[in-house]
Nanobody, 123 residues
Framework: VQLQASGGGLVQAGGSLRLSCTAS????????MGWFRQAPGKEREFVAT????????DYADSMKGRFTISRDNAKNLVVLQMNNLKPEDTAVYYC?????????????????WGQGTQVTVSS
């Protein structure tokens, strides 16, 4: 059971990045998935979540309208499209697989975590 996040990098404010998370096992097509982030000196915070079939999504307030989460179960892939990035979005971004099939906004709702990918937004 493994999650691999990729797509991070350095971008200027106002730019975009597309984060991908691939799962090593097909079981994740039955799990809700989510993205969290952690900035230096801060606690890990919720970013976005999606249900097992993609029908339900939820976002942290500061990401609504800028970030979009989607998934392709045939490819074991979850994507976080991030637009209009701001310097305060700088953090390590983690993908995670939920304990249930639904979306989850709390880290306690997740059983498996990827290794994280660094996103740096310059002003």
């Amino acid at each position: 059971v493994q999650l691999q996040a990729s797509g991070g990098g350095l971008v200027q404010a106002g730019g975009s990045l597309r984060l991908s998370c691939t799962a090593s096992r097909r079981m994740f097509s039955n799990n809700g998935m989510g993205w969290f982030r952690q900035a230096p000196g801060k606690e890990r915070e919720f970013v976005a979540t999606i249900s097992w079939n993609g029908a339900y999504t939820d976002y942290a307030d500061s990401m609504k309208g800028r970030f979009t989460i989607s998934r392709d179960n045939a490819k074991n892939l979850v994507v976080l499209q991030m637009n209009n990035l701001k310097p305060e979005d700088t953090a390590v971004y983690y993908c995670a697989a939920a304990r249930s099939s639904g979306p989850a906004t709390s880290a306690r709702g997740y059983a498996y975590w990827g290794q994280g990918t660094q996103v740096t937004v310059s002003s």
